[in-house]
Nanobody, 116 residues
Framework: QVRLVESGGALVQAGGSLRLSCAASGSIFRINTMGWYRQTPGNEREFVALITTGDNTNYADSVKGRFTISRDNAKNTVYLQMDSLKPEDTAVYYC??????????WGQGTLVTVSS
C-alpha cells in the first residue's frame, strides 16, 4: 500500500506560478513512476506529467514548456512546478503512483484555480 498526500493547490492569477507536492509513504520501495493528472467537472481525468525512477519525464502537449515534474527520492516526494499558468489549467490535480508490481495509487487531489 502507498499513501499519497498532496499539497500546494491555491488560487493564482494567470501568468503566475505554483508548485504542487506529493509525499508518498508506505510501500515506497516498490514505486516505479510518479506523476500528475488533473480533472475538471464533467470531464475525465487527464494526464499531465510523469517521471520514472530513471528521471525520464513525459508531459501532456498542453503543459510542455510551462510545467516541470521532478522527484526527490530521499523524501519520497514528487513535485510539479507550474509556470505561466492559464485559466484552462484550473482543475483538481491528482498525484499518481505506479508500483513495480503494477498497482496504481491516487492522492486525494488538490485544487488549482487560475483567474483571468
Amino acid at each position: 500500500q502507498v499513501r499519497l498526500v498532496e499539497s500546494g493547490g491555491a488560487l493564482v492569477q494567470a501568468g503566475g506560478s505554483l508548485r504542487l507536492s506529493c509525499a508518498a509513504s508506505g510501500s515506497i520501495f516498490r514505486i516505479n513512476t510518479m506523476g500528475w493528472y488533473r480533472q475538471t467537472p464533467g470531464n475525465e481525468r487527464e494526464f499531465v506529467a510523469l517521471i520514472t525512477t530513471g528521471d525520464n519525464t513525459n508531459y501532456a502537449d498542453s503543459v510542455k514548456g510551462r510545467f516541470t515534474i521532478s522527484r526527490d527520492n530521499a523524501k519520497n516526494t514528487v513535485y510539479l512546478q507550474m509556470d505561466s499558468l492559464k485559466p484552462e489549467d484550473t482543475a483538481v490535480y491528482y498525484c499518481h503512483v505506479v508500483q513495480t508490481v503494477g498497482s496504481v495509487y491516487w492522492g486525494q487531489g488538490t485544487l488549482v484555480t487560475v483567474s483571468s
